[in-house]
């Protein structure tokens, strides 16, 4: 299983359980494993009863059916154009120009709408394509596989699967894959049947208009004609161009005449048609296999944000001392780390910052700081106004730290001016970042993602997160 396949089965899993984790938890401890990877290794787990990768199979496979039948679709259309608008039986002289326009226009205006789609990402997250895909898909199942779309959990798995392979970041490339396939189908289609019935028919070239100069065709031609000439396909000359005007008498050099504009049309059709298509379709197959392997997990949500808390915690507790600091019953009430492993939470050459806490907010981070201060002559700063902001940035420059550690409020709500300010903090070179998180009280699911969210936006490693629960002394 590729590590793509792996994060799509572990997204399979979210879906199955909604909002919040609510299967086993329990898989081999691995402490020197990483969250993801401890996730992947549950969601794997998991599979084994749920069968989520044997759905996804199974989808990939109707999915790749009806891009062969889609695709065969547009074959047969190709070479039914090509026959049904080109050699009627009730005459024996094509246009050449209306010929061209008729396959080739609307493959240009598909290409631009196509473009248009491609740069705007947003156009292709639609719930309802979501929805009719899902309706198409079980008249098929319910045609040859009965039974299977009245599975549990088949609906919210497929809708999982859609997601993920037809919205962002993958959608735009899938549906750019699908869209040149079709084209290229259908060009394939045109350009053989077009071979076929030029071999087994005679017709005649002939160009014709009311309102425009015979110059203009004339110059038309010489521009479609210069790269098949180049390429070493037979092309009409200026004579035989002036020769099939419609109304010119012209016996002589006809066999020519019908070699040249047949080569053209199907050196036309390969060249400014099926070739492109093909060129797209390859490039576009190859960015969705690199955007798959590039794909990552939105490890900041709220589901993963809670997982996290069940697989990795990343929790440390800090009681608060009374002024009797010498009751025994309150001094065991700090559950603070093991000192054999501060260091873990804290770094050696670290620089604590606080950001805009209040004053008890900024007392108690100056306790957890103390459980960890080597260097006793260090102090935290609080930043609380822009002239502080700018100062501390100026500072840090020159600051021989490497590692900066953040202490913010989690009930304070993650904005743009905080973001800003934290992402001028993380932009500077050479320094490795820290979120500690002060919780004095239970706040919404929704604020720990936030700021989750906000961290990963400013380039602070989630593992880099640690959340400090403040315990109320019962003698306060």
């Known amino acids: ?65 009806l891009y062969t039948l889609l695709a065969l679709l547009l074959f047969m259309l190709g070479t039914l154009g090509v026959k049904t ?6 005459s024996t002289e094509i246009n050449f120009f209306w010929a061209f326009s008729l396959f080739f226009v609307p493959n240009v205006f598909m290409l631009l709408v196509w473009l248009f789609v491609f740069f705007k990402e947003n156009l292709v997250q639609n719930s309802s394509l979501a929805r009719f895909s899902l309706a198409i898909i079980k008249q098929f199942e319910h045609r040859f596989n009965s039974g299977l779309t009245e599975q549990k959990n088949y609906g919210l798995l497929f809708h999982c699967y859609f997601d993920l392979h037809f919205s962002k970041p993958l959608g735009r490339y899938q549906l750019s894959k699908l869209t040149h396939l079709l084209w290229l189908s259908y060009f394939i289609g ?13 017709v005649d070239f002939i160009w014709q208009t009311s309102i425009l100069s015979s110059d203009s065709f004339q110059t038309l031609t010489q521009l479609l004609a210069y790269l098949p000439q180049k390429l070493g396909f037979p092309v009409p000359s200026m004579l035989q161009i002036q020769q099939s005007h419609l109304g010119v008498e012209s016996i002589m050099d006809a066999e020519n005449r019908r070699l040249a504009w047949s080569s053209l049309l199907i050196s036309s059709l390969f060249l400014y048609g099926l070739l492109p298509r093909l060129l797209l379709f390859l490039l576009l197959s190859k960015q969705l296999k690199r955007k798959m392997q590039r794909y990552r997990l939105d490890l900041s949500s709220l589901y993963y944000v809670q997982l996290r808390q069940l697989l990795k915690p990343n929790k440390t507790t800090l009681g608060i001392i009374d002024a009797d600091a010498t009751s025994e019953g309150i001094k065991k009430e700090s559950h603070l780390p093991d000192p054999a492993h501060k260091v873990t939470a804290l770094p050696e050459n670290y620089y604590p910052i606080a950001i805009e806490l209040s004053s008890r907010q900024f007392s108690l981070a100056e306790k957890h700081l103390q459980q960890y201060n080597i260097d006793a002559g260090l102090s935290l700063i609080n930043v609380c106004d822009y002239q502080r902001q700018q100062q501390l940035l100026a500072g840090l420059k020159n600051s021989q730290s490497r590692t900066v550690c953040l202490y913010v409020s989690l009930e304070r709500l993650p904005d743009r001016g905080l973001k800003r300010f934290i992402s001028q903090l993380t ?5 490795q970042f820290q979120l500690l998180l002060l919780i004095e009280k239970q706040q919404s699911k929704q604020r720990d993602s936030d700021w989750y969210q906000l961290a990963s936006e400013v380039g602070i490693k989630l593992d880099n997160i640690l959340h400090i629960e403040v315990k109320e002394s019962k003698n306060e």
Do not use: W, Y
């Open 190 to 202: 045109a350009t053989l049947m077009s071979v076929v019935m030029l071999a087994t028919h005679q």
């Open 85 to 90: 608008i080109l050699f009627s039986e009730q």
């Open 1 to 65: 299983m590729t590590l793509f396949e792996s994060r799509l089965l572990a997204e399979g899993l979210r879906a199955i359980e909604g909002e919040s984790p609510t299967l086993s938890t329990c898989i081999t401890e691995n402490n020197g494993s990483g969250f993801e990877t401890l996730l992947l290794d549950r969601a794997k787990l998991h599979d084994k009863k749920l069968q989520i990768s044997i759905r996804f199979t199974h989808f990939k496979k109707i999915t790749k059916n």
């Open 427 to 431: 932009s500077l070179p050479n320094k």
